[in-house]
């Protein structure tokens, strides 16, 4: 077991007042048998009431009403976690999904329809060209997701984007580069076409970057593989997911889990400045 505290700065300045409407928070990690949250403190300004409530996907949502105006918005999240999950090896999977391809069980087939249809984006015959490159029929299961998580790291040029929203797998894989959120599309994009039920995940990283903060939240994918559940690839850094990384939120499309949403309603076009600091420290 680690302990790591994870600190999260959200500072949002206007040049004028205005009345901030209602927000929705996703920064308190999921809590499970691999991790446990042993404090968490929230500090919000200006004033303002709160709900927590589970969302469809059982994610922690806070939502929040601001009761004055302001020039600024500030959220400071401060959670220390105890993290379990030692050995992300260590698992393995049903005989019958063992390779590819496989159907899964009469009994899990509903509940995993919706991980298994094909986004928005409309691209899954660039996906399905990307893919028969790769030559995968006939691979183990677990050999062909990690063939696809560390082709996309290998092969893929790493960019931070600061521009809201997610690239298409499409754009992805033209343009070669893409950030953690475009990778992990990619990735799920290619699995639903592959037929495996798969998800985004947004949560935080433990890295040397991270230690020293003014770093960003984090994304990943989970796939669902009879025998282990919903495991976690991380096509960023190619790698399993494991005691790394601390999931906050999961979602179907990448689009509807962002850290902070919420709009302000103020006088003409306001030019907005926004600080991220995101740390994630190791403890005793």
Known sequence: MQRLRIKHLTEYTFPAQVMLNQHKLLLRPREGHDVRIESSKLEITPAYNIKWQRDVFDNSLAIVNFLEQSNKLTIASEVVIQHYEQAPFDFMLESYAAQYPFTYALDEQADLAIFQQASFYNDQAVVNTWLQQQNLFGMQNFSLLMHLNQNISQNFRYQMREEAGVQSPSQTLSQRSGSCRDYATLFIEACRCLGLASRFVSGY??????????????????????????????PTSGELTGNRHIAVAVARNPESVPPISGSFTGLGLMATTMIVNVQVNLLP
């Open 205 to 234: 990283l433990h890295a040397p970057a991270t230690e020293a903060g003014n770093a960003t939240t984090h994304a990943w994918a989970e796939v669902y593989l009879p025998g282990t559940g919903w495991k976690g690839f991380d």
